[in-house]
């Protein structure tokens, strides 16, 4: 007989649970309560009890803050390319592929014009599905499109950002994005037409660092984390002690960065109070006439009429 034989464990078979989708039900990060999914894109991704704000897509924003078929999508073919041919685990081409196939978006902003209460806007909306919502050449292009859209239309300018910065997969390119969304601004400021800033979560490095924190009205969501750098990042160039939730948008109102926190459900009619306020004197211009296309061909030669030599004979 063996003094040191294996215990024996009896077995518990568990049953799968057939016939119950995935994806049912997700669970709150804050209060750790299990929502049913469909109540919660219902309720735009709030979750009813503890007031957490989940990322919210593009496509749903725009259909919660503008008024009911009155968006109009521009520059929505342009496609990143891939100027560094940067390979890794996965190359850029691929990425970008499938995070297309995944978002059903050309990449990580959606931008267009839209009325709210029937004032003519312009918006850009970021998604954060989308490479994590990072900003490269075709981001910072659609940005910069629909400020000088405000700026031609004489109409307001409203940038939603979540984002985690600058697309470094796109090297330089991604950087020089900052300031042409920062000097682009800057004309709209001189025109004296608002710009509203709306900080979701995340919205963090360069893309804080540039268009989201220039507006005439900063605007964020609850518990939102906004900053430049990661915390352990800052604690590691500073050697400092950092306090509790510097980078929630609770600390940056307390501090002056942003001038409101505004829930999710009450954002689009503080937009439109803000506009009545801010943009009451601006009067909408009608779109820029469309320049014909310029013909490549030689244009056709005129007709001459020939004189006739009187020192000839017929």
């Known amino acids: 007989m063996s003094f040191f034989s294996k215990p024996k464990y009896s077995k518990v078979n568990v049953k799968s649970r057939e016939g119950v989708a995935k994806g049912l039900w997700t669970k709150c990060p804050e209060s750790g309560e299990m929502v049913f999914v469909k ?10 009890v503890s007031g957490y704000h989940f990322p919210l897509p593009a496509p749903d924003r725009i259909l919660s803050l503008v008024d009911h078929g009155t968006f109009e999508e521009f520059d929505g ?4 390319g891939d100027p560094l041919k940067f390979k890794g685990v996965a190359s850029y081409a691929d990425k970008l592929e499938q995070n297309r196939e995944k978002t059903k978006l050309e990449d990580a902003v959606v931008s267009g014009i839209g009325k709210m209460d029937g004032r003519l806007v312009s918006l850009a909306v970021m998604d954060f599905r989308f490479l994590g919502g990072s900003m490269g050449s075709v981001v910072g292009e659609k940005i910069t499109r629909a400020i000088e859209r405000g700026l031609e239309r004489n109409i307001p300018v409203i940038v939603v950002s979540a984002s985690g910065g600058a697309r470094m997969y796109e090297g330089i390119l991604s950087l020089m994005q900052m300031a042409k969304t920062s000097a682009a601004l800057a004309k709209l400021a001189k025109a004296k037409i ?29 518990k939102a984390l906004i900053g430049f750098a990661g915390r352990r990042v800052i604690k590691e160039t500073t050697r400092a002690d950092l306090p509790e ?10 501090h002056g960065l942003i001038d409101q926190i505004v829930e999710r459900h009450d954002l689009r009619d503080r937009l439109i109070s803000l506009m009545n306020h801010l943009a009451n004197h601006l009067q909408a211009k009608s ?19 020939r004189k006739r030599n009187p020192a000839k004979k017929g």
Request: aromatic share 6%; charged share 20%; glycine share 4%.
């Open 77 to 80: 073919s342009i496609r990143s």
């Open 245 to 254: 939730g510097f980078q929630t948008s609770e600390f940056l109102l307390e």
């Open 39 to 48: 109540e919660l894109k219902k309720n735009l991704m709030v979750v009813p």
């Open 287 to 305: 779109a820029p006439a469309t320049k014909k296309a310029v013909s490549q061909k030689s244009p056709p030669a005129k007709k001459t009429t």
């Open 194 to 222: 608002p710009f509203f800033s709306v900080l979701t979560n995340p919205t963090m490095a360069g893309v804080m660092a540039s268009y989201a924190s220039l507006g005439d009205v900063i605007i964020a969501e609850p």
